[in-house]
């Protein structure tokens, strides 16, 4: 047979799973892919396993069950006043992975043009290629990562499809704030510009901030795709479950491709979830319990020589480490595992050139004694 020509070429194995397979290789303390090492809620379970002894084994409904649509339906408007109807607006995905590219695949034509920031999760450029869409990236500088607006209008051109957003970003923690939106709102303004704006850690921004949903803003919020994650909001990023909220004419669309690349999210988790959420207090919760981790770790790193960049939000920390070596920082993340025992992110991963700040990313969302083992290693680095 001829040889294969490649749909992407450049692209590797995803850093995610590079780094966690190097870190249970050389059995380090996994700090690299985002995931929490703690027990989810027995209650939680229990109501999974009801959900299954219930007889609820069955495929689901193609969108989701319509009982957590509801419940997101009601989250939506109490938290950020917007008003998404249940059975047109609103679709269970597996995991944000999936909502993201499903939203992507729905609306990118060959040579459209979608505005991304880099360091961008590593899905979007992937998912746009092989629409036939083109990317183009800002990239957006340490230690503040803010976007320069003027630059963004600068890429904008008659063929400018998307522009996708990612608030509380992964990796650089940072969040999306009410000046941005301003000036999104007037960029967009009379264009015929769609948003894919990834919310999947919108319930973790810290220190009494407000997360800046595309949901808040109507005029924003018509154009967008919004994509959220349950895996977070219930420590269970193994579920692979999450959801996307459009208005009715892009839901359609998003619904056309969904149901032939997954058709429907696994049931028993959906019932589950659906009676979870009945309890405010899940998500509510969630800003303190991950503000302490962060905290916690925080001043553990500052015993260290790594730098601290801020943190606003997601479960992300990330450090400089120009004190310490001049080396690549995917050499350095590899010798971190291998002789300190601490696997992080390397953030070039982050940036199509591999734009290299010396700078790696670490996940907090972890045990306390979890944390305190890795600061025990970064100490002696
Ligand atoms: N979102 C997670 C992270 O940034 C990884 C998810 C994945 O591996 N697909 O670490």
Redesign the pocket.
Known sequence: MRLLTSKLPQTGT?I??VMSALAADVGAINLS??FPDYEIDPHLIELVSQAMKNGHNQYAPMAGLISLREQIGYKTEKLYGAIYNPETEITITAGG?QAIFTAISSIIHPNDEVIIFEPA?DCYAPAIKLMGGVVKSLELAPPDYRIAWDMVRKLISNRTKMIILNSPH?PTATILTKSDVDELSALVKDQDIYILSDEVYEHLVFDGQKHESMARYPELQQRSFIVASFGKLCHATGWKIGYCLAPAHLMQEFRKIHQFVVFSVNTPMQYAIAEYLKNEQVYLGLPAFFQQKRDHFRDGIEQTRFKLLSCHGSYFQSVCYNDITDEKDTDFAIRLAKEFGVAT?PTSAFFNKGTDNHILRF?FAKRQETLDKAVDRLIKV
């Open positions: 995803t995610f799973t892919q985002g992975t999760y992964n992110i996940c």
